[in-house]
């Protein structure tokens, strides 16, 4: 039993590495690759890490001139001419401004001017129309903001379009590209094989982009979801490198200062802007590091300073961004902080970000790190699980998970570095979950094991308890009072002569049956079948509160059995048995016994052998049940002791009191009976043989089928004849079994 319990247990261990090992390998496959699910979630706990670790302090520098409602309700709506955007810039920069972003588009030339008036109402009602007093100057407003843009540090925007399907422009505009140095690690591609490569640009009118200072891309790139998390910084196009708007607004706020785009055999590493080293993922984009919800930045409405309304000395020293708030204008963007930001923010944003050296970053360290988190996570909570139950498992994982979540929110806080705890944890999670599930299952299995197993020996409620709670349940062997039983067949040889060898088999199984079934049921363990005789004992594999209790109430039923089983050997087989039972409790040695192949749950002691003494002692005293003084106060009710004797059974020099069980007898008959033989033992054991030997005379001439009556009749009348020596204790040795 024991060897398949350990093999059980072997293989339930075995299996439950196996399975987490391959649950680990599937997750770390899945973290490889990425799914599209997991991407969502990793994106989703990065928010909730931003949340709780972004710094909401700015440098002051970027601000946010607001073409709102205000601005619309008082100027008229968009587009406005462009002599009034051109007026805009110019009182931005007497302002202060040190730099001018436009998030706004001018790709198509502007129809209220004088001339393009003049020209569409020439073509459509050949109607001539002349301004009078109007300056040259004015009449074309987009050659008025051109003049204006070659005076100041503007910065126009375009979009590049990724849409390789679509011809691209015979005649593209010249744009602003960034001068920058490239370092590149020995064995490194060209940058422009990781950075994104445009196809086609969307791009203001050629004349405002080249009279203006910069210009840059105010392409953003958002997440599956929609959620702009991080953002090229720069693009490739024509084999040449060209900055964001927010980048290319900075350069010129800053002036001439050394670009160096660091590039290494994984991709894009950084990009150093005079000392600043902004960090970029290998395809050039950078994490942005939102400040919060819309507003972080300041805004002021162009109405007001069209109006000079402008506190003065509020845009000095400033870099401004010019975009729209305005209903129906809104350029809305979703972040991790805010779903409806808006989409120049996340321009001043990164300017913001570039100024105060706080960037997020996820160098190539991080990813390696993640795996072997996943992979360490998955061993350790399969060896805990293979281990230890989940008592020890359950908040360990728990404790795992809280300190890779908080490792992630220390990484972000104080390094700035998204680790993300993401597959750790799910690693954990499914690990324990599928692990425990497969466990559970196995440990079913062990529990069914037990029931098959012991309900062979034990009695069903011990087998619920020892399924229910195994740790009570020892293999391994150990000393412990057990109450033990022998009971055996009389002159069963001299019987089964009478029949064949298969009726001999079939009478046995007919009496074993039911008697193991009343051993069980009362709590006991079958310890195995002699022959004809049957080896019990109760108060293990499990203990039994009243053990001795049971053990006697068992023999009792046993011969009830036999009563209603002689009834049908009588009529089957023409003759009825009887059968002696020995009862005894003491300290044994019990558990496994053998060799490590082969091997029996069983007892071994001197009191083994006293109660195997016992039961031989049945035929000698004629009766049915003889127990020992150790279960003489666990005698159920209904029935009597009778001291039988005081013996010394052979291999035992310790003399022990043995008792017969007497039941069925009238009030009347044990008042008489059992006081006179009280009397009569008492004379005995006092030497007074011969008033003995008159009592129990008188008591055999009574109940003439007592044969424990005519044996102290023959001994009286020996110690009569012979006295015994003055040392006799009243002891009686058996000398044989």
């Not at 024991?2 to 680990?24: E, F, V």
């Not at 910084?233 to 490198?241: D, K």
């Not at 087989?573 to 005894?584: D, K, R, S, T």
């Amino acid at each position: 039993m024991q060897i398949m319990l350990k093999t059980i247990r072997k293989k339930t261990s075995a299996s439950t590495l196996a399975a987490g090992i391959i649950l680990t390998i599937i997750l770390a496959l899945a973290y490889v690759y990425q799914p599209r699910f997991c991407r969502f979630l990793d994106n989703k706990i990065y928010d909730i890490i931003l949340a709780q670790v972004h710094n909401t302090q700015t440098s002051g520098v970027p601000v946010i001139i607001d073409l709102d409602d205000k601005s619309l309700h008082e100027y008229g709506q968009w587009p406005w001419p462009r002599y009034r955007v051109a007026l805009l810039l110019a009182k931005i920069r007497q302002a202060g401004a040190v730099a001018i972003g436009l998030d706004i588009l001018f790709a198509e030339p502007d129809r209220s001017s004088p001339a393009s008036i003049q020209k569409e109402l020439k073509r459509d009602l050949q109607v001539e129309i002349e301004f009078t007093g109007l300056p040259n100057a004015l009449l074309d407003n987009d050659q008025l903001l051109a003049a204006n843009l070659k005076d100041g540090p503007y910065v126009m925007g375009y979009f590049f379009d990724f849409d390789q399907s679509a011809p691209a422009n015979p005649n593209p505009p010249l744009l602003h590209p960034l001068n920058l140095a490239v370092i590149n690690s020995p064995g490194a591609e060209s940058p422009h094989e990781y950075l994104q490569k445009a196809h086609n640009v969307v791009a203001p009118l050629p004349n405002l982009v080249e009279a203006a200072a910069g210009s840059g891309f105010f392409n953003t790139d958002p997440d599956e979801d929609g959620i702009i998390r991080s953002t090229p910084l720069i693009i490739s196009w024509q084999n040449r490198f060209y900055p964001s708007l927010s980048l290319a607004t900075l350069c010129i706020a800053m002036g001439k200062v050394p670009i160096v785009l660091k590039n290494s055999t994984g991709g894009i590493e950084s990009l150093r802007l005079n000392k600043t080293i902004i960090p970029l993922d290998r395809n050039g984009r950078m994490i942005l590091h939102f400040r919060g919800k819309s507003g972080c930045f300041p805004y002021f409405s162009a109405s007001d300073i069209l109006s000079d309304k402008l506190p003065a000395g509020s845009l000095a020293g400033k870099i401004a961004l010019i975009g729209t708030t305005a209903a129906g204008l809104k350029d809305l963007r979703a972040s991790p902080l805010d779903h409806q930001l808006p989409g120049v923010e996340s321009h001043a944003t990164i300017i913001d970000n570039i100024i105060c050296g706080d960037f997020f970053s996820r160098p190539d360290w991080a990813p390696g790190l993640e795996l072997s988190l996943i992979i360490f996570c998955g061993l350790i909570t399969s060896i805990m699980i293979m281990l230890t139950d989940a008592r020890w498992t359950l908040p360990v994982t728990a404790l795992a998970g809280i300190f890779i979540w908080q490792g992630g929110l220390w990484f972000m806080k104080d390094s700035r570095i998204f680790v993300s705890p993401l597959f750790p944890i799910l690693t954990l999670a499914t690990n324990f979950s599928l692990l425990t599930v497969i466990k559970f299952w196995q440990t079913e299995k062990e529990k069914l094991f037990f029931r098959e197993a012991f309900s062979r020996y034990v009695s069903k409620a011990v087998v619920d308890q020892v399924t229910e709670s195994p740790e009570k349940l020892s293999l391994t062997g150990e000393e412990k009072e057990l109450s033990i039983m022998f009971s055996d067949i009389r002159s069963f040889t001299s019987l089964s002569e009478q029949l064949t060898p298969t009726e001999v088999i079939n009478l046995l199984q007919e009496y074993f049956t039911p008697m193991t079934r009343v051993i069980t049921e009362n709590y006991g363990t079958l310890d195995k079948f002699i022959g004809d005789a049957i080896m019990a004992f109760w108060n293990a594999p499990i203990d039994v509160a009243e053990h001795k209790k049971c053990a006697v109430k068992s023999g009792i039923l046993m011969l009830k059995e036999l009563g209603k089983l002689n009834k049908i050997f009588l009529e089957k087989y023409g003759f009825e048995i009887n059968i002696g039972i020995g009862m005894h409790a003491g300290m044994v040695r019990v558990g496994n016994m053998g060799t490590k192949e082969l091997f029996d749950y069983t007892i071994i002691g001197d009191n083994v052998n006293i109660t195997s003494r016992l039961e031989g002692l049945c035929k000698f005293y004629g009766t049915r049940i003889v127990i020992s003084e150790t279960l003489k106060d666990h005698i159920p009710e209904g029935f009597v002791l009778q001291d039988l004797d005081l013996v010394r059974v052979k291999g035992r020099d310790t003399p022990l009191r043995v008792y017969g069980l007497c039941s069925g007898m009238s009030e009347e008959r044990k008042k008489i009976e059992l006081q006179t033989y009280e009397n009569a033992l008492e004379n005995y054991r006092n030497r007074q043989f011969t008033k003995a030997l008159e009592l129990f005379s008188l008591l055999k001439n009574d109940y003439m089928d007592r044969k424990l009556y005519q044996l102290y009749i023959d001994r009286c009348q020996v110690f009569l004849a012979e006295p015994p020596p003055p040392e006799w204790d009243g002891v009686f040795s058996h000398t044989s079994k």
